[in-house]
């Protein structure tokens, strides 16, 4: 089977490696290329992208900056993003580990470690989902959703969305078998999401789980009449969130 061609929007404030970057992945990739995070959101604003290659250090806004701006926007949630970078510290390599970030290159980048690191992060998230079931997370804080998103995605199809707007907006389109919800949310909290949920057709019959640092006892009051399957409080560990989901998917 012929391999499907990756869009590849790559962000640097520097056209010599904006330049190297693109003649790297000619052969492999249909590649873009920005100069800035604000230019980064209004590209995937236009274009379907399937791959990000993020520079660090960039003036103005930098590259964890661009990535939080851009986990905001509905279209990039779930794109995997490669940061590139001649920062290789330690404390900037955690920081991009916590961000969720699906890989890492040094500068001056090699071509083959280029284009391996592209495909293979392209290449798994378009392994087929269709058997796996869906599992709506949604979290404003963009870091623990990108954690939980780690415990589940070797076994579903997990959806992140960091913002309940955006989650309404997927679930007029989508009906997740699960919804995983925090409690604590600017604007709508777990509480009033869950009444607009429910007071929909679509979403009445898909199980909620509440996950909340509070008080178990407040939380379920404020959730009252609503039903959610479980309560879950932060931390959660793997197993956990694991067995619940299954749970929910089994009642």
Known sequence: MK???PNVLVIDDSQ???ETVALYLQDIANVKTVSS???AIEC???FAIDVILLDLEMPGMDGF??????RRQEECINVPVVMV?????RETVLNSVIL???GYLVKPINKIDLQNKVLEVFDKKSEPVVKRKTILLVDDDMVYLKQVNNMLMDKYNAVMINSPKLALEYLSR???DVIVLDFQMPVYNGANLMGIIKNNAVGQEVPVIILSGLEKDKVIESCKGYNPMAYLSKPISKKELEETIEQALNQ
Do not use: F, M, S, W
């Open 100 to 102: 969720g970030i699906d």
């Open 3 to 5: 391999r499907l061609t």
């Open 65 to 70: 900056k661009t990535l939080e701006c851009l």
């Open 44 to 46: 995937v604003k236009r």
């Open 85 to 89: 970078t001649g920062v290789c510290d």
């Open 37 to 39: 995070g604000d230019e």
């Open 174 to 176: 989508h009906v997740p």
């Open 16 to 18: 010599a490696d904006q």
